[in-house]
């Protein structure tokens, strides 16, 4: 599955979660018209709208599922890979 279809998928479910495009619009701060536009047209969902989106979501849609490409999955290793030492 694509990318595209990943986040428009997520971007579906946060307008069922929140009730409408009109609801999910008001929520990250654009029209409800913009919210259809996206949908209709299978457009990526917009990079300012993600952290939006999963804040209004309570973090059932996630940054991630939205745009993979620019919210990578976190892990669970708590290094930023670099074991060098520094000090």
């Known amino acids: 599955m694509e990318n595209g279809e990943t986040g428009m ?7 069922r979660l929140l009730g409408s495009q009109m609801k999910t619009g008001k929520a990250i701060g654009v ?3 913009a ?3 996206v949908l209709r047209r299978g457009r990526r969902v917009p990079a300012e709208w993600c952290l939006k989106l999963q804040k209004a979501t309570g973090g059932a849609v ?3 599922a939205l745009r993979p490409d620019l919210y990578p999955k976190e892990t669970d290793d708590c290094g930023g890979g670099d ?3 520094t000090g």
């Open 9 to 15: 998928m997520a971007l579906a479910q946060a307008v």
């Open 31 to 33: 029209s409800g018209q």
């Open 35 to 37: 919210v259809s536009e």
């Open 62 to 64: 996630t940054a991630n």
């Open 83 to 85: 074991d060098r030492n």
